[in-house]
């Protein structure tokens, strides 16, 4: 597993669905500058544990658009089968209502260059392309700042969903550390106290 943790994101153009539009040519290049990002990959459209996680990132749009960070989510299926997911009722197991850019990696370029793409291709000697697994992402997720940098990633295996407040808590932790020039202790929170990155800091943040 790659660590991106301090280089450029990758970049890409595929096609996204933001609510029931579908836009062409969807890039990160749009928030350059301007936004933090939240880029996260999920397995599969029409599944289980990835609606919970969906609904989630919708319910707290405010908080991470309050943060300026922009919220867009990324799987294998096609744009079609995005859209059609998010016309079916949560009560059907659908994400009717999300509002935030999925992104379509048909391909599986995308999640291969954040090297979140879960099994194995091959050239058998026939010259066939053989697929081990299933080519399908993991869940992956990227703090991105606004110069296009990863500042931070965690992968989960399939089974294993995500934590909203982990993910609200490293934006709080990066946007301290920008403002303030302290760096952010375990298990620090927005209004917790930080440290000073020295000797003397760490010293008096131990003391107390």
């Known amino acids: 597993m790659s660590v991106l943790v301090g280089k450029k994101a990758p970049s890409f153009s595929a096609k996204a669905v933001v609510g029931e539009v579908i836009v062409e040519d969807f890039s990160l290049e749009q928030f350059l500058g301007e936004k933090y990002v939240i880029l996260f990959f999920y397995p599969k459209d029409f599944t289980f544990v990835c609606p919970t996680e969906l609904h989630r990132f919708q319910e707290e749009i405010a908080e991470f ?3 300026n960070v922009a919220v867009v989510g990324c799987s294998t299926d096609t744009e079609m089968s995005h859209w059609a997911w998010l016309q079916t009722p ?4 659908g994400i009717q209502g999300v509002q935030y850019p999925l992104v379509a990696d048909t391909n599986k370029t995308i999640a291969s260059a954040y090297d ?10 026939e010259g066939q392309l053989v697929a081990i697994g299933e080519m399908v992402a993991y869940r992956g997720l990227f703090l991105i700042d606004k110069a296009g940098v990863v500042r931070h990633q965690v992968v989960n295996d399939m089974p294993l969903g995500r934590s909203i407040v982990e993910a609200l808590r490293v934006v709080d932790a990066l946007q301290h550390f920008e403002s303030h ?13 930080a440290m000073v990155p020295d000797h003397a800091g760490v010293s008096s943040y131990l003391a107390n």
Do not use: F, Q
Not at 90 to 93: E, I, L
């Open 181 to 193: 020039g302290e760096v952010c202790p375990m298990d620090w929170s927005r209004g917790d106290k």
């Open 65 to 67: 658009e309050s943060r």
């Open 90 to 93: 949560k009560a059907k197991g």
């Open 116 to 125: 979140v793409l879960a099994g194995e291709w091959d050239v058998n000697e």
